[in-house]
C-alpha cells in the first residue's frame, strides 16, 4: 500500500496538466490544484497498514450485500479518488460477470490489471465522455472524425488512440485513465469501440483542468470548497500508445454498451451514496438556520423541513434496496440492484432542486449577502455585523453567518452550480435513469396484477 507522501511524489512523473492556459510542472505546490492532491494522501494515510501483503480495503471488490454496505463508508471517507477508483474496478468485474461473455483474452487481461492495480494501490479515474460533435451524428459520420476517441493504428504490440474525454472528475491526480466507448456501437463503428487503461503520463496525453474551488486568499467563508475540492479534466489523447495487455477491447462493436452500462451502474450507485449525506446535511443546514432565524416553529418552516426529511429518507431507502437486492456475477463479484439505484438516482436528482429551493427559503437573502469573517475581525464594522447579523440574545451574528457561508458555498456559489449540474448529469442525464428503470421494472407483472384487479385475464387484453 502506497502512503500519502509515497502518492503525492507520484504525481510527479512528468505528467502533462494545464490550468487556466498555463501547464502545471508541480501539482502538489500548486495554490489551487494542490489542494486536490493533499486531500487525497489523507485519505491514503487514513487506510494505510505497512505490513507488506497488505492491499487497501478501499480497492476491495464486495462479494455480498455486507460487503458493498461497508464499502460505502470507507469511500466516503476516503474521499472522491478511491471513490472513482472503486467504481472502476468494480466496472471491470461487472463487464467480466455480465450475461455477455467477453473473449476470454480480455477477461484475462482485466483480471490482471485489477490484480496489479490492488497491489500497486493507485488511482483510476474514468474516461466515458467524447467530444461528440454533431449530437445528431454517429460516431463515423461526424465532419471531424476525433469527435470520439478511436483508434488511429493498430501495431504489432499494441494501438494508437486519438480523441478526447471531457468532464474527467481528477484526472489529473489518479495514476491510468479508463478509457471506454460512451455508448453503444454499431457495425462500421468499430475504429469507436476501444476499451483500455491510459497512463495518466504517457506520451500524447494532455490534461485542462477547470474546477470550482475558491480563489481567495482567506478561504473561511468557504467551509466546504475550501477545504477540498476535484477539478474536472478535459483529457486529450494525441495520438497515444496503448499496449495490448492494457486494451480490454478493440473492434468488437457488439460489447461496447456493455462497458458504458456498467460504468453507469456504479457511478450511478455513488451518486445515490452521496445524495444520502447530502440530503441529510440540508435538512440539517435547514433546522439549524431556521432556528437561527427564530423561525422554527413557523409551521410554513416545519413543513418544508418535513417534505425534506422525506426526500432524505426516500433516498436513503432506495441506497438500502440497492444494496439488499444486490445481484453477485459469473465470478462471485456483487453489484448493487439496477433498479433501485437507477429510480434512487432519479428521484435523489429530480428533488434536488426542491430541496435546495427548500433551503434558500428558509434561510433568507443573508444567504448571499452575510459579512465575511474579516469583516468581524474590523475594529470599525465588526460589532456592528455582529450585532445586525444577530436575531436575539441566544444567538451571536458570526455564527448565523458562519451557517450561510455553509448554505452559500454548498448550493449559491461556484461548488453550488457545480453540484447542480453533476447531480443530473453524473452517471447520464435523467432520460437515461428512465431508460434502465424502465427495462429493470416489472411491467408484465404490474400488468398481471391490474388485471387481476379488474376482475380480467390475459386473454382479455386487447
Avoid at 482567506?218 to 466546504?224: C, M
Wanted: include cysteine; glycine fraction near 10%; charged fraction near 25%.
Amino acid at each position: 500500500m502506497l502512503t500519502g507522501e509515497q502518492y503525492l511524489e507520484s504525481l510527479g512523473d512528468g505528467r502533462a496538466t494545464y490550468f487556466e492556459g498555463e501547464k502545471v510542472d508541480d501539482l502538489v505546490g500548486h495554490p489551487i490544484l494542490g489542494q486536490t492532491a493533499t486531500y487525497t494522501a489523507a485519505g491514503y494515510d487514513r487506510f494505510y497498514d505497512p505490513a507488506p501483503d497488505a492491499l487497501s480495503p478501499l480497492l476491495a471488490v464486495p462479494r455480498s450485500a455486507d460487503d458493498l454496505r461497508q464499502l460505502l463508508p470507507l469511500l466516503n471517507e476516503a474521499g472522491l479518488m478511491a471513490h472513482v477508483t472503486s467504481s472502476s474496478i468494480q466496472t471491470l468485474k461487472t463487464v467480466m460477470g455480465g450475461d455477455v461473455p467477453m473473449k476470454p483474452e480480455y477477461v484475462e487481461r482485466m483480471n490482471a490489471y485489477i490484480d496489479d492495480a490492488q497491489r500497486s494501490d493507485i488511482r483510476i479515474t474514468q474516461c466515458i465522455t467524447d467530444a461528440k460533435g454533431d449530437r445528431s451524428r454517429p460516431p463515423a459520420k461526424q465532419d471531424d472524425p476525433d469527435s470520439y476517441v478511436r483508434v488511429v493504428e493498430r501495431q504489432r504490440d499494441g494501438v494508437v488512440i486519438r480523441g478526447a474525454k471531457l468532464h474527467i472528475t481528477g484526472a489529473s491526480f489518479g495514476h491510468d485513465l479508463m478509457t471506454i466507448p460512451t455508448k453503444a456501437m454499431k457495425p462500421g463503428e468499430e475504429d469507436y469501440s476501444i476499451a483500455c487503461m491510459v497512463p495518466v503520463n504517457s506520451e500524447g496525453v494532455k490534461i485542462i483542468n477547470t474546477t470550482y474551488a475558491p480563489r481567495h486568499d482567506d478561504v473561511r467563508a468557504f467551509p466546504v470548497s475550501g477545504r477540498y475540492s476535484y477539478p474536472e479534466g478535459f483529457v486529450i489523447f494525441d495520438d497515444v500508445f496503448v499496449p495490448h495487455e492494457r486494451v480490454f477491447l478493440d473492434g468488437e462493436t457488439a460489447f461496447a454498451a456493455v462497458f458504458a452500462h456498467s460504468l453507469g451502474l456504479w457511478e450511478r450507485l455513488g451518486g445515490l451514496a452521496e445524495f444520502v449525506h447530502e440530503a441529510d446535511h440540508l435538512v440539517g443546514l435547514a433546522q439549524l438556520v431556521a432556528e437561527a432565524n427564530g423561525t422554527a416553529g413557523i409551521s410554513h418552516v416545519k413543513e418544508k423541513i418535513s417534505e425534506m426529511m422525506i426526500q432524505a429518507t426516500l433516498i436513503r431507502a432506495s441506497l438500502e434496496a440497492a444494496i439488499s437486492n444486490c445481484q453477485i456475477g459469473q465470478d462471485g463479484a456483487a453489484f448493487p440492484n439496477e433498479l433501485f439505484v437507477n429510480a434512487g438516482k432519479f428521484y435523489g436528482a429530480a428533488n434536488y432542486n426542491v430541496m435546495v429551493r427548500h433551503l434558500h427559503d428558509i434561510a433568507g437573502g443573508a444567504v448571499l449577502t452575510a459579512p465575511v469573517p474579516a469583516d468581524f475581525e474590523n475594529n470599525d464594522v465588526g460589532d456592528l455585523a455582529r450585532k445586525y447579523m444577530s436575531t436575539g440574545n441566544g444567538v451571536d451574528g458570526e455564527y448565523r453567518a458562519k451557517l450561510m457561508y455553509a448554505i452559500r458555498d454548498l448550493t449559491a456559489d461556484a461548488l453550488g452550480g457545480w453540484k447542480f449540474v453533476t447531480n443530473l448529469q453524473a452517471g447520464g442525464g435523467l432520460y437515461a435513469q428512465r431508460i434502465v428503470t424502465r427495462r429493470h421494472y416489472d411491467l408484465d407483472g404490474a400488468k398481471r396484477g391490474a388485471l387481476k384487479l379488474a376482475g380480467l385475464s390475459e386473454d382479455d387484453v386487447v
